[in-house]
């Protein structure tokens, strides 16, 4: 491949469609906040043990994100994401095995191992389906396309929580998003398969595990773009598996009323995407990045003073901090990874490896979140997620930090 910036329309839009189609089948991984809320409900789990289901989930881009960059060497991107899929796959099957055959803990248990599939599924498929797309556009647009299909992404996190309260409320079955998720997952795999796509070559270099974590930490500006994405995919998962407990605990509203502060967040997410992918093209990045930090820590405020209200707190407040976090937060992923994986081309499967290795931000924010809101309130797990919303902020200010020569590794 050439390193000529491609824009993503000369790939043609057959080229493109499956590989967005395969970024809705990424957004899988967010029902994990949807799910837990029920799963809470069922099985009355405190919300330290509640939350522990998306450690589950994230605890597996620690594990698998680096080996998967070195798979990719081997097998390629495509051919990654397709595997990524298939377990995926899995991970949609077993809760409909366990609602429909067991029941008590045995569904139970059908549902966490549900979430570790899902988790492994969904490492495979950040860390090749992200780089996949340098393929199609390189250089200044790549941050604005990642953007495009973290907003494809969207879609199926904002239908999750109103396929699972439709569900609930019309056939008593909220994990009929299981179903519905595992036919279209099915039709994401056949239509990747069929696709051709020339992919580049190999990173240079031999690749190996040590190697990769040379690279991050003898990288000060590595580090601190992986750290950026634990940030942000901690504030993710973390306030959506916890906006409507916050809810819940200050007013009188019912759970399936209070998951539409996940809806709420994610529309956020969209047009944040959305927007995102316009105007990331117009703007620098470093500007970008000060937007989301300011906007980010405006809603950390907003979730704080509503939390801290005694009595009757204006429920005006928490929908502005949910669309707040959610718009803000949108651009942060691919704002920093485009930085990463430009700022070392030659080593990109490497680089994207390292830095799904950040989503495991989703599994130690949401314990401490839950914790922290166990021993001190609602405000206790606001102060958590105020950190990474913080560090943004810090990057953006200080952009300097992640600009400079590369480090030799």
């Not at 969207?154 to 309260?165: E, G, T, V």
């Not at 796509?197 to 031999?206: K, L, Q, V």
């Not at 931000?361 to 797990?381: H, T």
């Amino acid at each position: 491949m050439s390193n000529e910036t491609t824009k993503t329309g000369n790939a043609g839009f057959a080229k493109i469609a499956p590989v967005m189609l395969a970024f809705f089948v990424m957004g899988f991984v967010d029902l994990v906040g949807t799910a837990t809320n029920y799963v809470k409900a069922e099985f009355s789990l405190a919300d330290g043990t509640a939350n522990l289901f998306t450690t589950m989930v994230f605890f597996w881009f620690l594990i698998f994100s680096v080996p998967t960059g070195i798979l990719m060497n081997k097998i390629g991107r495509r051919k990654t994401v397709l595997w990524s899929i298939l377990v995926t796959l899995v991970a949609m099957a077993l809760p409909i095995i366990g609602y429909v055959a067991f029941s008590g803990t045995a569904r139970l248990v059908l549902i966490v191992i549900s979430f570790a599939f899902l988790g492994i599924g969904n490492t495979l498929m950040q860390v090749s389906l992200n780089p996949l797309l340098t393929v199609f556009v390189k250089g200044d647009k790549l941050a604005s396309t990642l953007t495009t299909g973290q907003f494809v992404k969207a879609f199926a996190s904002l239908f999750a929580p109103y396929i699972a309260a439709w569900g609930f409320n019309q056939l008593n079955m909220w994990w009929i998003l299981f179903v519905i998720y595992l036919v279209v997952g099915i039709i994401g795999y056949i239509w990747l398969a069929f696709d051709k796509i020339d992919e580049p070559a190999p990173d240079a270099g031999t690749t190996t595990i040590g190697r990769c974590f040379k690279l991050l930490f003898s990288d000060g500006i590595v580090f601190l773009c992986f750290l950026g994405i634990v940030a942000h995919v901690g504030v993710d998962v973390g306030i959506n598996a916890q906006a409507p407990r916050i809810l819940m605990e200050h007013t009188d509203i019912a759970l399936t009323v209070a998951t539409n502060a996940t809806m709420v967040y994610f529309i956020a997410r969209m047009i944040g995407c959305f927007t995102g992918g316009i105007v990331l093209q117009k703007i620098s990045n470093k500007l970008g990045m000060r937007i989301c930090g300011v906007i980010m820590t405006l809603s950390a405020v907003c979730f704080a003073v509503f939390t801290l209200t005694p009595n009757d707190p204006p429920q005006w407040l928490f929908w502005t901090a949910v669309a707040l976090v959610g718009f803000g937060n949108s651009n942060v992923f691919s704002l920093f990874l485009s930085h990463a994986l430009m700022y070392r081309p030659e080593r990109q499967n490497e680089i994207s490896g390292l830095m799904l290795m950040g989503l495991i931000g989703g599994a130690i924010f949401p314990p401490i979140m839950g914790v922290a809101a166990d021993a001190a309130g609602q405000f206790g797990g606001i102060i958590v997620m105020a950190v990474g919303c913080v560090y943004v902020l810090v990057i953006g200010f200080g952009y300097k930090l992640i600009e400079g020569k590369k480090a030799e590794a």
